[in-house]
């Protein structure tokens, strides 16, 4: 894989993903991708719910977080940011 020191603009530089199951993917993706996880961490929410940041070589990478069981009202769906 690798290594970014920078990213242009349009370039996506990081990924969040919800899981229903994150501790699931949280070993899914470390497998796949040979990631190391830090977490996990509170995600605020009724009821709470899970956050755990990927890692590589010493580096954020992206995070692994809980679904929340109900969308909440003005809720954003899937989406690129750039």
Known sequence: MSE???YPPGVPCWVDTLQPD???AV???GDLMGW???GPGVMPGDPPG???VAR???RDVAGVGSQPS???AGAMPT????
């Open 50 to 52: 899970q956050y755990s």
């Open 56 to 58: 590589l070589r010493g």
């Open 70 to 72: 109900q969308p909440s």
């Open 4 to 6: 970014r020191n920078d």
């Open 36 to 38: 190391a996880f830090e």
């Open 79 to 82: 989406v690129w940011n750039t």
């Open 27 to 29: 070993r899914f993706y």
């Open 22 to 24: 994150p501790q699931a």
